[in-house]
């Protein structure tokens, strides 16, 4: 794993973390959290695809 792979990755395991303490403690999870993650997770892929060479500067 690259360096950029690894730092890129950590809010990703931070949310999961946070929304399975979430979870188990029985409150909800604000919507807006759950939609920057989403926009963060295609912010990741896209990324991830540039960075495999696949596209030409996209």
Not at 3 to 25: A, N
Request: hydrophobic fraction near 50%; aromatic fraction near 18%.
């Amino acid at each position: 794993m690259t360096k950029h792979r690894i730092l890129l990755s950590i809010p990703i395991l931070l949310y999961g973390i946070y929304i399975f303490v979430v979870i188990q403690s029985d409150k909800d999870v604000p919507l807006y959290l759950h939609l920057l993650f989403a926009i963060y997770l295609m912010f990741f892929v896209h990324y991830e695809d540039n960075t495999e060479g696949k596209h030409d500067r996209f």
